[in-house]
T-cell receptor, first 109, second 114 residues
Framework: RKEVEQDPGPFNVPEGATVAFNCTYS??????FFWYRQDCRKEPKLLMS???SGNEDGRFTAQLNRASQYISLLIRDSKLSDSATYLC??????????FGGGTRLMVKP | DTAVSQTPKYLVTQMGNDKSIKCEQN?????MYWYKQDSKKFLKIMFS???????INETVPNRFSPKSPDKAHLNLHINSLELGDSAVYFC?????????????FGPGTRLTVL
């Protein structure tokens, strides 16, 4: 079982739609969590950190459920420019980021 | 200014050759990393250095040797290249070992071994 698991997608949604991605992690000692975004043939870029209380950054909302070892990302009012692969990431003791395989989002006009 | 830069961007070479990839960060970060992203797009950490000292060395063949001349640079030398080494190699940096603020990635080096 992979340490961080995501549905690879693709999720095909129309502009303006709300879309949610889920991610599960197996290492209960994971300390911090992040969502990264990776465009085709580009480097991953930090989108947002994920906090237990839930956090919002504009159209993006991230949630963490430690009891279920589950992380989510909600994107409201999807834009064409949101099309990318979204990587769920867990930070573990030992200073390692463990990346999920990514969920591909395609926003269509 | 590019925060994390890598050279070269593309590298095409024959099996058995030795090659190096260079990485530099101008963010003043203490910690730098090398990741490999294979054809299935999984990103896996290879090495991590903190203030020029190796702190993470995942199960990587010893043909791969990182070198950090100072905390702003982390280079990767690969000996006796094999077909399976073809991948995109990303350098990254973070403010400190805790990575609580996430990591910043370079643009990647696409290595193709023929």
């Amino acid at each position: 079982r992979k340490e961080v698991e995501q549905d690879p997608g693709p999720f095909n949604v129309p502009e303006g739609a709300t879309v949610a991605f889920n991610c599960t992690y197996s290492n209960s000692a994971s300390q911090s969590f992040f969502w990264y975004r990776q465009d085709c043939r580009k480097e991953p870029k930090l989108l947002m950190s994920v906090y237990s209380s839930g956090n919002e950054d504009g159209r993006f909302t991230a949630q963490l459920n430690r009891a279920s070892q589950y992380i989510s990302l909600l994107i409201r009012d999807s834009k064409l420019s949101d099309s990318a692969t979204y990587l769920c990431v867990a930070y573990n003791a030992g200073n390692m980021l463990t990346f999920g395989g990514g969920t591909r989002l395609m926003v269509k006009p | 200014d590019t925060a994390v830069s890598q050279t070269p961007k593309y590298l095409v070479t024959q099996m058995g050759n030795d090659k190096s990839i260079k990485c530099e960060q101008n963010l003043g970060h203490d910690t730098m990393y090398w990741y490999k992203q294979d054809s299935k797009k999984f990103l896996k950490i290879m090495f991590s250095y903190n203030n020029k000292e190796l702190i993470i060395n995942e199960t990587v063949p010893n043909r791969f040797s990182p070198k950090s001349p100072d905390k702003a640079h982390l280079n990767l030398h690969i000996n006796s290249l094999e077909l399976g080494d073809s991948a995109v190699y990303f350098c990254a940096s973070s403010q400190d070992q805790a990575s609580g603020r996430g990591q910043f990635f370079g643009p990647g080096t696409r290595l193709t071994v023929l």
